[in-house]
């Protein structure tokens, strides 16, 4: 299977992955055959990508670090947690959820130990309403997934996680209005943004899970390496270690995802944007790190290549994120057949380099 932009979907495909709801249900089931109906529906529910089934790609299996039973359980919990604190719980939103948070966040760094080795590639199909929770839970994999490649032990890495996953808790102050504005945020707007940091803080310093760590990860993820974040403008060192990493996690996310004011980036052009980053905005190092281990062009990314070949990416190199294996089933501009299709590993070919994605 591999995953492709709705944009691109041909009626007649065949669906290679189910289509779930916020909550988990089944809104479009695996080897349904895609209908012009469908997608219309998907359009309009703000999904923009499918998994569909493709027999160049049959012996190629798409591995998610997480499994979709936690990342759906891990979602739905945020979303729970947003709306009882939205309903004026203030002082028991988090509390009454403490064992659901303390389960989930173990089951995802057990799951997450168990596969450090993998290179990350964003598994997850979201809907457009459901982006802050998505978004949460993606942040908290990432993120704890390149802490647990630093091995760190298994407590800092609980602690790196239940911060990620409640990071962006205090956007629950911000207006509607504001936070899926299509144009640009006025000063007034941008300030009350920069505020969500320590409003998230101050929910989960009231909570029974609360640890210093942890915190320091929702109040600072916003910090930026030469001082130009917010809420406090730190530089350096003087930000958490922990909150450095969720930071660029935040940051890929974001870039990589539909939101109302522009489209989502591809995977490779998020990876050069955050290249130019380094030691800028983010620590050269945590960011290289985190670049080494992200899927550039995940598994089934249609690529051009600089010897005027193409094909479908079939295989991931930890610490090559740039370089994947790709199998060449095309030549030339109009993509003519290749005589002779194979496997060609870009980090063992150093005189070629992939040029562009075909949509």
Request: aromatic share 8%; glycine share 6%.
């Amino acid at each position: 299977m591999r995953k492709i932009s709705l944009d691109s979907v041909q009626p007649g495909m065949v669906l290679a992955k189910a289509i779930l709801g916020s909550e988990g249900q089944v809104l479009l089931n695996a080897g349904v055959e895609i209908k012009p109906q469908y997608l219309v529906y998907l359009k309009n529910m703000g999904i923009h990508a499918l998994y569909v089934q493709d027999d160049r790609l049959d012996d190629v299996e798409v591995l998610d670090v997480v499994s979709e039973e936690t990342r759906l359980e891990a979602r739905f919990l945020v979303k729970e947690i947003m709306k009882e604190v939205q309903s004026g719980a203030y002082k028991k939103g988090l509390t009454i959820y403490e064992k659901q948070i303390t389960r989930t966040v173990s089951m995802i760094v057990m799951e997450l130990l168990e596969n450090k080795d993998m290179v990350i590639q964003l598994m997850d199909i979201r809907a457009q309403e459901d982006y802050l929770f998505a978004h949460s839970v993606n942040v908290c994999i990432m993120a704890t997934l390149i802490a647990a490649k630093i091995n760190f032990s298994k407590e800092m890495l609980k602690q790196l996680a239940t911060g990620c996953l409640l990071h962006d808790l205090g956007l629950i102050s911000i207006p509607k209005n504001v936070l899926n504005k299509k144009g640009c945020l006025t000063r007034d707007e941008f300030e009350t943004v920069k505020n969500h940091p320590v409003y998230g803080y101050e929910l989960f310093k009231k909570s029974p899970i609360f640890s210093a760590r942890a915190g320091m990860v929702i109040l600072q993820h916003h910090e930026r390496f030469q001082g130009q974040g917010y809420p406090h403008g730190l530089r350096g060192d003087k930000i958490n270690l922990l909150a450095q990493i969720a930071a660029v996690a935040d940051v890929y996310d974001a870039l990589t995802s539909e939101r109302p004011y522009r489209k989502a980036f591809q995977p490779h052009e998020a990876t050069e944007m955050l290249m130019s980053y380094g030691n800028d905005l983010f620590e050269l190092e945590i960011l290289k790190l985190f670049l080494q281990n992200i899927a550039a062009f995940p598994l089934g990314t249609h690529v051009q290549l600089s010897n005027g070949e193409s094909g479908l990416v079939v295989a991931l190199s930890p610490g090559f994120a740039l370089r994947p294996t790709v199998r060449v089933l095309y030549v030339g501009e109009d993509m003519a057949p290749h005589p002779a299709p194979y496997d060609l590993n870009l980090s063992q070919v150093m005189d070629v380099v992939i040029v562009k994605v075909i949509a």
